[in-house]
């Protein structure tokens, strides 16, 4: 079936770090990939996207790149700052699909 | 643009007593609509998602149940709570191939 794998949190990094969070997924055709991220006792929003592969998805300074032959979309930052401290989402949905499979999330905490 | 609500925001309630949550959508027509929830510390869990007026696809069998009596309203009913409906429930809409989110309900089942 369909899934979305997540690296397990938390992490905890120093402000000014590297971020990698990684996701891999299993799904049979090319859906699209998502990363989401969720503040303190919010709703989730999207932070970047790819539709096909080899597309980077980039926001806020995140980016993200499609990678059909390992099946990956691995999340990364290349210096954190405690703002960035949220819970962050992998996703696919298949075109003309209606449900979004979500990985667990991982949890961020940047300390300065 | 489009926007999402819900409400309440918060929600104390004691077990086996009914619910009612309320999702509305504004700025869009027909959308897909999807309940989810997220337990303390875990992912989202797909519940119940609409892909039009009284069009419910419900993924987990449990006491809870979804309606969808307006186009851009979808709601998320309980006759009786259990304690393990606690959570923080959050309502999404999809347009374009992207989905968003509202800023959620926090509920706590006493």
């Known amino acids: 079936g369909n899934s979305v794998t997540q690296m397990e949190g938390p992490v905890t990094l120093s402000e000014e770090a590297f971020l990698t969070i990684n996701c891999t997924y299993t799904a049979t055709g090319y859906p699209s990939l998502f990363w989401y991220v969720q503040y303190p006792g919010e709703g989730l929003q999207l932070l970047l996207k790819?539709?096909?592969?080899?597309d980077k998805g980039s926001n806020k300074g995140f980016e993200a790149t499609y990678r059909k032959e390992t099946t990956s979309f691995h999340l990364e930052k290349g210096s954190v700052q405690v703002s960035d401290s949220a819970v962050y989402f992998c996703a696919l949905l298949f075109p003309n699909g209606n449900q979004f499979y979500f990985g667990t999330g991982t949890s961020l905490t940047v300390i300065p | 643009s489009q926007t999402i609500h819900q409400w309440p925001a918060t929600l104390v309630q004691p077990v086996g007593s009914p619910l009612s949550l309320e999702c509305t959508v504004e700025?869009?027509?027909?959308?897909?609509l999807y309940w989810y929830r997220q337990a303390a510390g875990r992912g989202l869990q797909l519940l119940f998602y609409?892909?039009?007026?009284?069009?419910i696809s419900s993924e987990v069998p449990q006491n809870l149940s979804a309606s969808r009596p307006q186009d851009r309203q979808f709601i998320l009913s309980s006759k009786k709570l259990l304690l393990s409906d606690s959570g923080f429930y959050l309502c999404?809409?999809?347009?374009?191939?992207?989905?968003?989110f509202g800023p959620g309900t926090r509920l706590t089942v006493t």
């Open positions: 700025g869009t027509s027909n959308p897909n």
């Open positions: 609409s892909v039009g007026i009284g069009q």
């Open positions: 790819a539709t096909k592969a080899d």
């Open positions: 999404a809409w999809k347009q374009n191939y992207e989905q968003y």
